[in-house]
């Protein structure tokens, strides 16, 4: 993480104050002679405030069955934060990793890893993400095929890649994507002249959301499920 960023969430500084205590020296890192505010921190690095030793912030990781009509940002006039469903020690730090818009259910991931949550976020990585579509109109053979080759959405240069679909019946739809587009699923529907009444995350790569999860409750990941993302 970048350490105006340690600094402010381990200190209780706020990111200002964080930043003219690393210019104004009070701030050292064994190891290292160059010190910025955006200076990535690994575990393995020793920080310390005016000699002070700080404690790196322990890695955690959660899955949350998320409601309708949660934000997933921190701050809404309107609607209530995904965040104001965990007690108030596991949110510290926490991000929300791979968004759902406001209508959206499903699984969730948030973590204080900036590495980890990169892996799944990254293009480059192509992490699957499965949903669950209810659509307004049955699907067509032909909008199958489309979904499946590639859509090339409004206002965009370049297509998506190719989704895999299983119908569960006409009106719903098992639908994986390997990219992270704003609205993706909801504007390749739109684009084979359907609409999506309802999309439910079920899957993120590996992570499968826990049937036993009811909507708004959260839980750690396991072992398994944090190093099954690479």
């Known amino acids: 993480m970048r350490l105006d960023y340690l600094i402010a969430h381990t200190i209780g500084l706020s990111r200002k104050q964080a930043k003219k205590a690393i210019v104004d020296g009070q701030i050292t890192i064994e190891g290292m002679s160059k010190i910025k505010s955006n200076t990535q921190i690994q575990a393995e ?13 322990h890695p955690r990781y959660y899955m949350l069955h998320k409601p309708a009509e949660y934000i997933c940002s921190t701050q809404d006039p309107h609607h209530e934060s995904v965040l104001t469903l965990f007690d108030y020690d596991d949110s510290l730090d926490l991000h929300i990793v791979g968004r759902l818009d406001l ?35 049955p699907i ?30 006409p ?3 098992q639908i994986s994507i390997t990219e992270g587009r704003y609205h993706q699923v909801k504007r390749m ?5 359907n609409h999506v009444q309802s999309l439910h995350r079920v899957q993120i790569g590996k992570i499968k959301l826990d049937s036993e999860l009811s909507i708004g409750q959260y839980r ?7 190093n099954s993302i690479r």
Not at 220 to 226: G, H, K, Q, R, V
């Open 45 to 57: 690095h020793s920080v310390y405030f005016n000699g002070l030793k700080i404690s790196m912030p």
């Open 103 to 137: 209508d959206s259910t499903g699984l969730l991931l948030l973590t204080n890893d900036g590495q980890w949550s990169h892996k799944i976020t990254s293009p480059k990585k192509q992490c699957c993400k499965i949903y669950q579509v209810h659509l307004a109109d």
């Open 140 to 169: 067509t053979s032909q909008a199958i095929l489309q979904l499946q080759t590639g859509i090339q959405l409004k206002g965009e240069t370049k297509a998506t890649l190719p989704a895999t679909v299983e119908v569960i019946d």
């Open 171 to 173: 009106y719903t739809l």
């Open 189 to 193: 529907l739109v684009a084979v002249d």
């Open 220 to 226: 750690p990941l396991t072992e398994e499920e944090i």
